[in-house]
C-alpha cells in the first residue's frame, strides 16, 4: 500500500472522479456508445472476444446494497468450451470499505464497528452464492502505520482471534472461503507483529495463513516500523473451489513475488491493499493486469476507500508540514484475467462489494495458447538470481569501446 | 509480436480508432477539458506532480514529418534537482514505420525501399538532436514469420551487413547511438538465424548485439520455425549517453526478462516489438510501463504499423481458413518512465517519430523512493527458482483438511 | 518425423509401395533368389557373416496378428561366442499402428479406441515373450501438430496417466518393459508439455522419463508450438533386461543425440517417431542405423501408419494452398544392429508387430572390432565445441592465397 | 578403410555384383520401370523433387574414358532459385582406380605406373571443366598396410614431392582445384609417416593439408602401425569454387569428425576411403549420406578398386591362416547431397571418375529447411563431453529400483 500525498489536493473533496464513481463511469457517460465501445475493449480487454457478460444478481443481494449503501457490481469471465474437462466456474467476491468510526474511539468499538459495518456486505456476499470472498489489508482497523505510534498495536491479534471468530461463522452459514488479512500478534514468537492473510475454510476451519512478503517503507507507509517481511513463502491454498493466493498490498510491485504464487500452482491471487495518493493511482490498474498477464491466473485487487484522519499529526518525510490524515484511499476494487481482459473498478470511495463468476480452465487455456510458461526459461533466471545476490556479482555489461573519445 | 485476429473484425478500415490516431487524441477530443485533465491523469500519470511537458522541435524537423507525413510528437520525463549529481537528460527517440513495397517485390527492392522511407525520419530525429535512437523489430523486412515460409530468411543478414553499413553513417552524422533490430545470419554459427538489436555506437561503430531472449509460437507468430532463444543472455550497452539495454518483442511478456536488464543496470529498455490484433492490444499499454515501474528505469516500446499481405495464404492454428494477411499492427509506440508516467501513443496506423527527454536520474530517484529493489528478498527467489527447475519440485501448497469431507 | 508433401502425389492410395508392403517385399517378389540374395546382403548387411535368422512364433500371437490383421514379423541377431560372458538374449518389440477413430470423435473415445487397437497386439507381444515393448510417438493421440490448435491439447495427461495405468497392467501380466511416448503434462511445473517417454518396468512401476531432445519446426511438424526441448539429458535405463534409452523421432537427426545415449551406456536406444512424406522417407533407414554403427548399439525404429484427417484445414510453409491431411505416415519400422544388419522392416501401411532376439554382447563385441569408441579422440571435440559455443568462435579456415588473384 | 575378408568368398570373381557394375545397374535392369522409379526414390532420395538429372559431358571426355575403359558417370544437384543469391554451381570429380603394376614391382615404377594410368582420366575431368577433384585415399601406393612391413613405407614423400609436382601441373592446366591423399614423409617432424591430403589450388599453389584424425587398427588395417591420429584439427580450406574438407576414410566411422568440418563452414566434405569386404559393405552408402543429411553439406565418396596381392603371407587377426591379399576394394564411388539424395554409384570393380554438379546453395537452403543445426543443442553436448572426458565421469543412468526383486 504506497502512498505519496497529492501535491496539489484531491480532486474532489469526498473522492469521486469529477462526480464519477470510477474512471469507467466517467468515460461511459461521456463518450458516444461506438467511442466507448472501442475505449472500453482497449482499457478492459476482451473475455472470449466479448466485453465482460453483466452477473444478475438475487434481489436479496441488491436490496442489502441499497439498504447498506454499498457499491455491488458482478461480471463473469468465462473460458472455451474443452473436452476432457468441465467448466470451473467458481463465484469470488471482493469486498473494500471504510473504517466505521473516526479514529479516536476506542479500539474495539472501532473494530466491532467494522464488524458491523460488514455484516450486511458479507451476507450480500453469502445470498449472492459467492464461494471465495476477500477483505481489504488491515480489514479490522484504521491504516494507522502513518504514526508510527505503538498504541495502534492494540488492534493486533493472533490468527484465531476475534475477527477470525467473527469470519468462521459467516463461512460455515455461507459455504464460503474468507480470506482475512489482519494485523497478527503471533503469541507463540515473542508476541512479534506480522501483516497476516487467514484463511478460513467453507467449513469454518483455519485452512492456514500467509505474511505479507514485502513491506514498504515509503513516506506515510511506515509498515517496517511495526512488522518484518513475511517468513511463510509463497503458498497456496488448495480450497473446495480452487487454489488460491494472497499477493499482500505492496507485493504487488514485486513480479517476483507474482511469480511465485503462480510457481505454486495458484489460480486466484488476492491482492488486498490500503493505498492512497495521486501517484499511485496510475499504477493500480497495471501491475495486478501484468500479473494475471504474466502468470496467467486471475487477481482480485482490493483497496480500501475513504480518508483516515489520525489525533496526533504526522510528518511524510517528503519536507512538507505535519498533518492529520492518510489523503484519500480510493478504492477501485477489480478483477483481473489471464486473457488481459478486466472488469470495471468498483466506486472510487464507496464501500462495496465487487463478485465475479470465473471459469478457471482459462488458467490452463492461456498458458497453451500464450506459453508464457513454456517459453519463461526459468533455468537462465535461477542462473542470474544465484549470481545476483552474491557479493562480487557483476553486471553483464558491454561498454562502447570508444566510450571515451569525445563523450559529451 | 502476438496477435490474435480481431474476431469482430478491424475497427476501420486503415487501422484508426473510430477515426483518430490514438485513445488519448479520442479522449481529448471527446472529453471536457476538467474531465479528460483527470483521465489523462489516471491512464498516463504523473512526472514530478504535472502532466508532461511538451518539448518544442525545430522546424527542420516538423518539416519532414508533414513532407514525408509521419506523425511526429515529442514530451519530456523529468526528475527532481539534486545537490552531489547534475541532471543527466538524454533526448531519446522511437521510430514505426510500416513496409514500403508490397511484399511480392523483390527482397532488395523492399529492403531499399524500407532505407529510403526511414532515412527522413532518422534526419528528422538528427536534426532534432535525438541521442539515442531505436528503430523496430526486423526493420527492414515485413514481418513473414506467419507464413512459416523459408525464402524470406533471405532478409537475414550478418550483424555488420548493408542495414548496419546504412545506419553507421547516420549514427557518425549525427552523433547518435542507433538500435538496430534486425534478423541476424550469424556466419560463423553454421549460418543458423537470429532475432538481432544491433548496437551502434554514436561513433558510427558496433558496440555489440543482443539476441531475442523469448521467442513466441502464438498463432501467426510461428518465429521458433526461424530462430532459436537467445544465448547472449541480458546485456546492457554503456553508451556515452547512458546505459540501455533491448527487450525484444515477446520478451515483454516475461518479467524475469525486464528484470535481468535492471539488475544488470540498464537505464532505458526498449521494446522493438512487431504486434497486432484486438486481444493483445489492450496489453500493449500495461506490459511495459509495468516493467519501468517495477525496475525503476525508462521504457520505449515500439511497434510497427500497417498491414502486411503475403502472396500464399497461411492459417493461423485458430481453427480458421487460410488468409492472406497478418492483421494491423497498431503502432502506438510510447515511453514509459520510473515514475509510472507515460507518454501518450504514437498513430496506431502512421509511421511516426516519437522524441523524448528523459533525466536518467529518475531512476535512481524512484529506486531510493519506492524501494522496490531494496525490499526485492532476491535470495528468496533465487532459492525458490533453483528448487522450480528440479525435476521433483513440489509446489508450495496447503490444502484445507477437510478438503474432501463436503466439497460440494 | 519430419515431412515433405509429395510432389508428384502419393506412391499408391493406400500407401504401399506399388502394391507391395515394403520395399524389401517388392525386392523379393520381383528378382531372381541369387540377385535378391546380393541385394539384401547391400541393403540389410550380414549378421555374424549371414542373413538374419527368422524366429518362429507361438501360435496364439499369429492368431491374433490375423484376427486383428497386424503386420507380424521376427528375426533374431546373434553374437560371437564369448568365454567370460554367456549370451544376454533379450526379445524386444516394436508396435506401429495408425489411430482408431476420426480425429472429429471425442477426444476420450479416441484414445479409449487406440487402447482397445493397441491391447491384442500387445498380446501377442506377450504371449510371444518378449521382454522390452516400445510403443511409437504420442501413440495415445492423433498427431496433430500440424494444425498448431491448442484443444489437441487435452490429450495430454500426466507421467502416471491412464494411458500409463493401461499399460501398466500389461507389464506386470506379461513381465514386460515398456516404453510408452506420450504428451506429458506437466502438473508440478506451470502445466506445461513435454513429449516424454514413459519407462514403465517389468513389475508395472514407472522407472522413469525421457523428454524429447529437439524439437522441429519443419513445414507441418510445428511442435516447438506446443513443447521446448527436453530437460532430462540422455538418460539410459537399467532395467531387468538391459540398458535402454529413449531418441524420440526428429532427435534421430542429430548424431550428437544418439552418441550421448551411447555415451551413458545404452544398448538398446528406441527412435519412437511419426514421419510422413516422399523426401523424409529416403532418411528413415539411414540415419537409425548410421547410429547403431557409429555407437555399437541395438537401435529400433518405429513410425505410425496411415493419414490422419483434421477438422479444420491447416497450411504447410510451402507456398501450398491449405489442406487437411498430414500426408501418409509410411511406418517401415524396424530393427538396425551395431554390426550393420537390420532387419526388413514392417508393413509401409498397415498396424504391426516386430519382434527380435538381440544378443546385447554384440555391443561390446563391435566396440573391440571397429574400435569406434577407442579412436573417438572425445577430448578433441569437447575442446571444439567447447570454443564453438562462443559467441567470438572463429571457423578453422585455411583460404587459398591466391583466392582474389584470377578468381574464374 | 576398414576390411573383413569374407567368410564365403567373393560375389564373384571379379567384384561384379552379379554381373552388374553396381546395386543400382542390377535393379534398372531387373525390375520393371515402375518399380525400379519407387525404388530409385526410397534408394537415392529426391532432388528438388525430381532423381537427379544426367549431365551431357563433352564428346573428348567419354572418348578418354572408352579408350582408357574407365567408368564415366555424370548428375547433377540443383537447388531453388533464390532472390538474393545466384546459384553457385561447382562441377566436383571423384576418381577411383586400381593400382597399376603387381605390388613386387619397383616402387618407382608402381608409383609412375599409377600417374600415367591417372593421367587420362585427370584430362577427362580437365576437358569436361572439373573444377574440385579428389583422388583416392594414399593413391600413389597399393595399401599394403595389412603387411605391417615397413619397406612400404619408402612410397611416402613430402606434401611438395613428386606426386604433388605431377598434379600442380593438371591444376594450372584446368584451373582445377585438386585433393590428392597420399602417405607423407614429415621432413622437419622427426620424417614420421602421416596420412594426410594435399590440397592444390587451381593456379597449382599448395593451399594446405589435413591429416587423417582417426586411425583403424582393424583386421588387416593396420594404419596404426605407420602413423598417429593427425594433429591439423577440422581444417576447411577455402577454394574459389567453394569451401571444401576432407574426411579421410576411417574417420567415416566418426559422426563427430563429420560434425567438426561441418561447424568449420565445409560445404563439401570429401572422403577419399580404402575399404574392402562383405560386412563393411552394407555401411558405406549409410554413413557419408547420414552425414551429409546431418550437416546439410555435399559428400564426395571415393573408394579404390581391385584386388591388391602382395608377396609375403600376412594374416589377419582373424583367426584364419595367412593370405597374401587384401580383399576385394569395392569402389563404388558416390555423391551425397543435403536434401538426402545421392547419385548411383560408380562401379564396383573398375577404374571411374564420377562429375556433379552441385548449386552449393542447396547447403544454407537445408539448414533453414530442417534447422538441424539450429535445434542442435551445442551448448548441452559440450557440456555432456567435457565431463566425460574426465576420469569421474558417471553415466547418467536411472535404474529401475525394483531391479534385482525378480530380475531373470
Known amino acids: 500500500m504506497d502512498h505519496m500525498i497529492s501535491e496539489n489536493g484531491e480532486t474532489s473533496a469526498e473522492g469521486s472522479i469529477c462526480g464519477y464513481d470510477s474512471l469507467h463511469q466517467l468515460l461511459s457517460a461521456n463518450l458516444k456508445p461506438e467511442l466507448y465501445q472501442e475505449v472500453n475493449r482497449l482499457l478492459l480487454g476482451r473475455n472470449c472476444g466479448r466485453s465482460l457478460e453483466q ?40 469486498i473494500q470499505n471504510s473504517i466505521a468510526l473516526p479514529t479516536t474511539a476506542p479500539f474495539s468499538d472501532q473494530t466491532r464497528g467494522i464488524f458491523d459495518k460488514l455484516k450486511p456486505i458479507i451476507d450480500a456476499a453469502g445470498v449472492a452464492g459467492v464461494n471465495i470472498l476477500c477483505l481489504q489489508e488491515a480489514w479490522t482497523m484504521p491504516f494507522a502505520f502513518c504514526t508510527r505510534e505503538r498504541r495502534w498495536c492494540e488492534f493486533a491479534e493472533p490468527v484465531d482471534g476475534e475477527s477470525t471468530k467473527f469470519l468462521q461463522e459467516l463461512a460455515k452459514k455461507y459455504n464460503m472461503v474468507i480470506v482475512s488479512p489482519i494485523l497478527e500478534r503471533d503469541i507463540d514468537h515473542g508476541e512479534v507483529l506480522w501483516n497476516t492473510a487467514v484463511i478460513i475454510g467453507n467449513n469454518g476451519n483455519i485452512i492456514g495463513k500467509h505474511r505479507k512478503n514485502h513491506i514498504p517503507r515509503v513516506g506515510d507507509f511506515n509498515e517496517s516500523t511495526y512488522y518484518m517481511e513475511g517468513d511463510t513463502g ?13 499477493n499482500i498490498c505492496y507485493g504487488r510491485h514485486h513480479p517476483l513475488n507474482w511469480l511465485a504464487f ?19 493511482e496510475p499504477m493500480w490498474p497495471i501491475e495486478a493486469r501484468n500479473a494475471a498477464i504474466a502468470n496467467s491466473y486471475f487477481v482480485g485487487s482490493i483497496n480500501r476507500v475513504g480518508t483516515e484522519v489520525f489525533p496526533n499529526p504526522f510528518t511524510s518525510g517528503d519536507g512538507k508540514p505535519q498533518h492529520n490524515d492518510f489523503g484519500h484511499f480510493y478504492g477501485s476494487s477489480h478483477f483481473s484475467a489471464p486473457d488481459a481482459s478486466c472488469t470495471p473498478s468498483l466506486s472510487r470511495y464507496k464501500d462495496g462489494l465487487l463478485i465475479s463468476d470465473m471459469d478457471l480452465n482459462l488458467c490452463r487455456q492461456y498458458k497453451d495458447k500464450w506459453g508464457f510458461r513454456m517459453t519463461a526459461r526459468y533455468e537462465v533466471y535461477a542462473d542470474l538470481l544465484a549470481k545476483y545476490i552474491k557479493p562480487d556479482f557483476k553486471p553483464q555489461v558491454v561498454s562502447d569501446p570508444l566510450l571515451h573519445k569525445n563523450s559529451t
Open 55 to 94: 452477473i444478475v444478481l438475487p434481489e436479496s443481494a441488491k436490496a442489502l446494497s441499497s439498504k447498506h449503501d454499498f457499491d455491488l457490481q458482478a461480471a463473469s469471465f468465462s473460458a472455451d468450451k474443452e473436452q476432457m474437462r468441465n467448466p470451473r466456474v467458481v463465484r469470488v467476491g471482493l
Open 234 to 246: 509463497h503458498p497456496v491454498f488448495e480450497t473446495v473451489f480452487g487454489k488460491i493466493a494472497v
Open 262 to 280: 503462480g510457481l505454486n500452482g495458484a489460480e486466484i491471487v488476492f491482492n488486498p491493499s490500503a493505498t492512497v495518493g495521486e501517484l499511485s
